[in-house]
Nanobody, 121 residues
Framework: QVQLVESGGGLVQAGGSLRLSCAAS????????MGWYRQAPGKQRELVAT???????NYADSVKGRFTIARDNAKNTVYLQMNSLKPEDTAVYYC???????????????WGQGTQVTVSS
């Protein structure tokens, strides 16, 4: 059984910062890419940022220069540092991991339960 548990969401004023964390636990053989997605009310879930096991990163244009993704492979944890937050960043943020649970199983994507980020103007 694999679990992704997010933490760090909350309410912040525009211009403020938040740091999200997501820890993967359970039966884990290896983790490939990890990432963050978000879903605002009435909108589709969208990619925010991803990071490979080697540290290569990819960001949505809307967050480039404001958000930074990082990971600690020893702790199976991915982070999202969010600076200069805007009201349009308000959404539920979901952690995602492309993970191999056992050496004899293929990789698959796992999702966290989501954490609410609200940015007030």
């Amino acid at each position: 059984q694999v679990q992704l548990v997010e933490s760090g969401g909350g309410l912040v004023q525009a211009g403020g910062s938040l740091r999200l964390s997501c820890a993967a636990s359970g039966s884990i053989f290896s983790i490939n890419a990890m990432g963050w997605y978000r879903q605002a009310p009435g909108k589709q879930r969208e990619l925010v940022a991803t990071i490979t096991s080697g540290g290569s990163t990819n960001y949505a244009d809307s967050v480039k220069g404001r958000f930074t993704i990082a990971r600690d492979n020893a702790k199976n944890t991915v982070y999202l540092q969010m600076n200069s937050l805007k009201p349009e960043d308000t959404a539920v943020y979901y952690c995602n991991a492309d993970l191999v649970p056992s050496s004899w199983l293929p990789s698959r994507k796992y999702w966290g339960q989501g954490t609410q980020v609200t940015v007030s103007s």
